[in-house]
């Protein structure tokens, strides 16, 4: 029996069509109520999933527009009351339910100081939505599963296709238009992706790599692990990882690398290659014939994917994989312990 995490997962490209069809219009005006006030800095108010997100947008609007993005620090506008200056920003906030009152404050400050206020929720009718100068309605459709999918990868797509049209870079929207049937060709095989969970269902910890773009993959694929499969699952970007560490590496330990085509693909090979020799469990999401090939469980994703679109299409098979992990270990991926759907934190 399919699980209604595994309908939702399967649900992306209709709902990233859909996102495409539906929000070209209001997000091209947006961009255009944007470049009008030239914003310094962007800051990003996000919780979980979103979160990472934001990590994606980090990249992609620095690579992009050259803006530099600050990830938001909501304590210090809830318990510490001692806000950053935010005038001539564009605050950004991104929640799936628009209910976290947190994420909300960093918004109502934006506001009252004159910053460019933007919400990116699947939630019109929410209290981010109904406080935001903008909102994108991320058109995922109902997610019932406390694990999001749908809406990360819809928020993802909405951060592109932003970008996008603040860069008035055609050819990038242009490419934008392939992201749904690239996520249908990355669903990979059930069979693969239990077989390969099942081998990994013992065990008790491991460690997800990505750089660049897909430092916000590494976050998300470790995220679903952790609370679907309840295994410590810590992320990190590949140059960081070698920086200590890369001691937890032996023999029979797994590791998750993320290695898209680009720039940073390389160096995470060349990565892999000095670990080799001590024997790990190296499960390897790529369209590398040489990544895949230093892998003990290769997870094969579309090629020829500009890098900057390819965090869209690579969460999809880590997605599987914690789904796999978490149906190998007997556990029920509908409800994971002590999570809810709306989390409302201060």
């Not at 309840?230 to 001691?247: N, R």
Request: aromatic residues 6%; proline residues 8%.
């Amino acid at each position: 029996m399919t699980s209604l995490l595994q309908q939702e997962i399967l649900e992306q490209p209709t709902a990233l069509q859909r996102l495409l069809d539906s929000q070209s219009g209001a997000i091209q005006r947006i961009a255009d109520a944007i470049r009008e006030r030239q914003p310094r800095f962007v800051m990003i108010a996000a919780r979980g999933s979103s979160d990472n997100a934001a990590r994606y947008a980090q990249y992609l609007f620095g690579a992009h527009l050259h803006l530099p993005v600050a990830l938001a620090a909501p304590s210090l506008f809830t318990l510490y009351n001692s806000p950053p200056r935010m005038r001539d920003s564009l605050v950004i906030a991104i929640s799936q339910s628009g209910q976290s009152p947190d994420i909300l404050a960093v918004v109502e400050e934006g506001k009252k100081q004159k910053a460019f206020t933007l919400a990116l929720t699947n939630d019109t009718a929410s209290p981010l939505a109904n406080i935001a100068d903008h909102v994108i309605h991320l058109c995922a459709g109902s997610e019932k599963s406390i694990a999001a999918t749908k809406t990360y990868t819809t928020s993802l797509l909405a951060m592109a296709m932003l970008s996008a049209y603040l860069s008035a870079d055609g050819e990038q929207h242009a490419l934008l238009d392939d992201v749904p049937a690239l996520v249908s060709r990355s669903l990979s095989p059930s069979d693969l992706i239990g077989a390969i969970a099942r081998k990994y269902a013992g065990s008790h910890a491991c460690v997800v790599l990505g750089r660049g773009y897909n430092y916000s993959t590494a976050f998300e694929i470790a995220l679903k692990i952790k609370e679907l499969a309840y295994v410590p699952a810590e992320p990190y970007s590949s140059a960081d990882f070698q920086h200590g560490p890369v001691a937890l590496v032996e023999d029979g330990f797994p590791v998750v690398a993320v290695i898209p085509e680009g720039k940073t693909q390389p160096e995470l090979i060349a990565l892999l290659r000095t670990l080799k020799p001590r024997n790990p469990e190296l499960v390897v999401i790529s369209s590398s014939d040489e990544a895949l090939g230093l892998a003990t469980s290769p997870i094969p994703i579309p090629a020829n994917i500009p890098e900057w679109i390819s965090p869209i299409v690579a969460i999809v098979p880590g997605q599987q994989l914690a789904l796999g992990i978490a149906l190998a270990k007997g556990f029920d991926p509908e409800q994971p312990r002590g999570l809810n759907k709306v989390t409302r934190t201060l």
